[in-house]
């Protein structure tokens, strides 16, 4: 079983030699009988090398090899949904952007449907559902972009993401949690997933362990780990064989990942 998305295209060769695209060809060919490569998701897009959540960000990540990108999801006033981190239309005026019409945000806070016609078909686009109050309005967005295979919503209540895969079959769903609130133990909290149609959990990088990863896959679910941000970390998730790697720094995971296909 393939647990995410296969495929060798989307590994972009843009900004790469020619040695490096092979290496990832390389390392792609060694999951066609099994597992595809991990997602590697520029965090933010490129943040460590551009401002967060921005296109500009977005566009340097694929450029550096990104073969995801990830953001946060925000609910105008007028219901349109926007990308930032914080959710503030202006920090200094202490304005919510759920308080603010679209046209009225600055002008770095892009729409989620910028984002969807930015992306190259294949890239793997993770949004973070900080405001879930109209998730019909993401939904439509996905279904008029074609890439509904391609974006997986993320959100910290399991109960929120039922609600979401009862409108929609084919968007991808995350459970982004932490060990200390999963009761009744993983094994038990992974089957959940499966009957509740989420196809991934997602947590710190600190916390996984490679029976962890096991555990999803043998459920059939994706296991992504974030917040790794040194090479010795994203190499230890690459051992365990997980899915999807977050990380500020793009350079780091195409660092690690050609590091650990040349071993």
Avoid at 188 to 203: E, F, P
């Amino acid at each position: 079983m393939k647990f995410c998305p296969p495929g060798t295209s989307r590994y972009r060769t843009v900004g790469r030699s020619d040695r490096e695209v092979d290496v990832l060809r390389q390392y792609s060919l060694m999951f066609l009988s099994g597992d595809s490569p991990p997602i590697l998701f520029a965090h933010r897009g490129a943040r460590a090398h551009a401002p967060e959540n921005t296109l500009e960000a977005f566009r340097l990540g694929l450029k550096l090899g990104a073969t995801g990108l990830e953001s946060d999801l925000w609910m105008t006033s007028d219901g349109v949904a926007v990308l930032d981190h914080d959710g503030w239309a202006s920090r200094l005026r202490r304005r919510r952007i759920d308080s603010v019409d679209a046209a009225d945000l600055p002008s770095h806070i892009p729409r989620f449907s910028e984002l969807l016609d930015l992306v190259p078909p294949g890239t793997q686009i993770s949004i973070d559902l900080k405001d879930s109050s109209q998730p019909e309005v993401v939904l439509e967005e996905i279904d008029r972009s074609g890439m509904a295979s391609s974006v997986w919503l993320c959100h910290h209540d399991l109960s929120e993401l039922g609600k979401i895969r009862e409108q929609h079959s084919e968007v991808r769903l995350v459970h982004s949690t932490d060990p200390s609130r999963i009761d009744g133990g993983l094994e038990r909290h992974i089957a959940n997933l499966r009957s509740t149609g989420v196809d991934c959990l997602n947590m710190r990088e600190s916390v996984w362990k490679a029976g962890d990863v096991a555990l999803c896959h043998r459920f059939g679910r994706c296991a992504f780990g974030w917040d790794a941000q040194h090479h010795r970390t994203i190499r230890r998730l690459l051992t365990m064989g997980i899915d999807g790697i977050f990380s500020d720094h793009v350079d780091r995971l195409t660092d690690a990942l050609n590091e650990f296909v040349q071993r």
